[in-house]
């Protein structure tokens, strides 16, 4: 706003000009100023604030709710790390302390996992290593106590550029900000990249399978944990889907998520553009909801329905942000009817959260599209990139509001991360201005 007409920047020099004028920036700002995580930015987070808002640190009124924007740009998180390619981002409570903390994954240099734990008596986190080795980690991830000792486990996949699956075991308290933990192997070699887990009950047998793409096989796989799991290897597992899933020419398959879409009380796989109906062991049948896939998220919308509505965003692609409903039988392509939501195509909408954001009672959808995604270019591929709140009324009806213009988004996550209940907005960029963490701390009403 104190910059009308100045195009972004890539990098953030430390202009002793620039420090000042943004500074008298944030003095004149009509919000009060909240207390930061870091007292002080050092003098190379100095930032400009432009006429898009892309790099509006501090409080800011956003989809008319108020948010405190930190980000590692301005010292308000540590910086993730030296790789310019963030790849996953996961929010669990790895402490159980029972507030959030999250984990990102990089694929460049090491470290390859980092967790950002939440120290709310301090009001900031603290950055703790998982993998202090370079491993080439895809997007995706997933949690689960894997080994059944109370803390929470991670799940990551190797990229284009390996075929391993790992799951990394939480050592639980005290923790060292500097020691890796535990890795090791559930898939080892064969086709490479992998974008995407989750876990859940899919075949009714009381205990959570692993589900995950496996891109270089244009595969979808069903991975049982197998008994004591520090020690038994690589787990069992088996192709249940193979083919395309609604990508765009020349992408690939992607997107994952579990819910009980036929209402019949087991929980179902989401992957790309199908749902799949357990049929018996591992035998699914996939059932078409859309002609585009990407990521997937799927909740009740519309309060009351029978049937739980899907969303899907674009992911690695340029496609239709829409929300899928049925009314008939969910077993029945033609059954699930589509709504446009964006009103234009998503480019690169790699992220989908859904989440009563405004904490009304109803279910609301985050989108928000990549700013880059061309290691080999300086300049953002997508400049103007748009995030977005579309808030629901419950009935089926959604409020488009504008999150954010100008940020690169990838794999943002909504969920409480600082324990007040109210929902707030975390964004690693992919190569936009990496590395770089920022989140958005929703704030009461009318602060
Ligand atoms: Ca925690
Ligand atoms: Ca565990
Ligand atoms: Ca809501
Ligand atoms: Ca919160």
């Not at 703790?128 to 491993?135: G, H, K, M, R, S």
Request: aromatic content about 10%; charged content about 25%; proline content about 7%.
């Amino acid at each position: 706003m104190c910059f009308p007409g100045k195009k972004r920047r890539a990098s953030f020099v430390a202009l002793s000009a620039t420090v000042l004028l943004a500074l008298c920036c944030e003095l004149l700002s009509p919000w009060p100023h909240a207390p930061r995580a870091a007292a002080a930015a050092p003098e190379t987070s100095a930032h400009e604030i432009n006429a898009d808002g892309s790099s509006h640190f501090g409080p800011v009124h956003a989809a008319g709710l108020n948010w405190l924007h930190l980000s590692s740009r301005h010292g308000d998180l540590p910086v993730p790390g030296t790789s310019t390619q963030q790849t996953g981002c996961i929010v669990a409570d790895l402490d159980k302390d029972g507030i959030n903390d999250f984990v990102l994954s990089f694929r460049q240099v090491a470290p390859a996992l980092v967790w950002y734990r939440r120290n709310n008596a301090k009001n900031k986190w603290d950055r703790y290593v998982i993998d202090n080795e370079f491993l080439t980690v895809e997007a995706g991830g997933a949690v689960l106590d894997i080994d059944g000792d109370g803390y929470p486990d991670l799940v990551f996949g190797a990229d284009w550029q390996g075929g391993d699956v790992w799951w990394w075991r939480n050592p639980g308290p005290p923790y060292d900000p500097n020691k890796s933990w535990e890795r090791h192997l559930i898939k080892h070699g064969g086709a490479h990249q992998h974008h995407d887990q989750i876990f859940g009950d899919f075949k009714g047998t009381g205990k959570p399978q692993l589900a995950f793409w496996n891109q270089g096989a244009k595969k979808l796989f069903l991975a049982d944990i197998p008994p004591d799991p520090r020690h038994a290897g690589t787990w069992p597992m088996t192709e249940i889907f193979s083919g395309p899933a609604g990508e765009g020419r020349g992408w690939y398959a992607e997107g994952v998520a579990a819910i009980d879409i036929d209402g019949d009380g087991t929980i179902d796989l989401l992957a790309g553009n199908y749902w799949f109906k357990h049929v018996k062991g591992n035998e699914f049948k996939p059932i078409k909801i859309a002609d585009f896939g990407g990521r997937i998220a799927a909740g009740k919308l519309i309060k009351g329905a029978k049937y739980p509505q899907v969303v899907i965003n674009s992911g690695d692609g340029v496609g239709p942000l829409k929300w899928y409903d049925c009314k008939g039988d969910p077993q029945n392509p033609a059954d699930w009817i589509g709504h446009d939501l964006a009103g234009r195509d998503v480019i690169h909408g790699h992220s989908l959260q859904i989440a009563d954001i405004d904490g009304d009672g109803n279910l609301d959808i985050f989108a928000a599209e990549m700013a880059k995604w061309t290691e080999s270019k300086k300049e953002p591929d997508n400049p103007n990139a748009k995030a977005w709140i579309f808030f629901g009324d419950g009935k089926g009806h959604f409020r488009k509001e504008e999150f954010a213009a100008g940020i690169g988004f990838h794999e943002a996550r909504v969920a409480d991360l600082t324990g007040d209940g109210r929902m707030d907005i975390l964004d690693k960029p992919y190569n936009w201005d990496a590395p770089r963490v920022d989140v958005w701390m929703q704030q009461p009403a009318g602060k």
